[in-house]
């Protein structure tokens, strides 16, 4: 059974910084494209950033180029968010997800998600 668990989640300031992990289990970590995606209150989930299967490649939305990094240990079967100058409209719940391909930003080919980890920036 696959589960994808996120943890690192909370209360920030505006300009303040949090690191997201997933940890990944029952699946070959290392065959999987892995993603984060995000949900605001009344919004669609997005497309955060993503990485490769072998780490080498990481793509990001507009809104947080600059500010987040996607990164991965596949020893550890886990996967980062490190979001920095955190701003308000940053708010949501963030899911991690796992795609059997590397095609990273292709929300349809992501078929294993976590439960999310709600990430809240006060402003």
């Known amino acids: 059974q696959v589960q994808l668990v996120e943890s690192g989640g909370g209360l920030v300031q505006a300009g303040g910084s949090l690191r997201l992990s997933c940890a990944a289990s029952?699946?070959?970590?290392?065959?999987?494209?892995m993603g984060w995606f995000r949900q605001a209150p009344g919004k669609e989930r997005e497309f955060v950033g993503g990485?490769?299967?072998?780490?080498?490649?990481?793509y990001y939305a507009d809104s947080v180029k600059g500010r987040f990094t996607v990164s991965r240990d596949n020893a550890k079967n886990t996967v980062y968010l490190q979001m920095n100058s955190l701003k308000p409209e940053d708010t949501a719940v963030y899911y991690c997800?796992?795609?059997?391909?590397?095609?990273?930003?292709?929300?349809?080919?992501?078929?294993?998600w976590g439960q999310g980890t709600q990430v809240t920036v006060s402003s």
């Open positions: 029952g699946l070959t970590f290392s065959s999987y494209a």
């Open positions: 997800a796992a795609n059997p391909t590397n095609s990273v930003t292709s929300e349809g080919r992501y078929n294993h």
């Open positions: 990485i490769t299967r072998s780490g080498g490649s990481t």
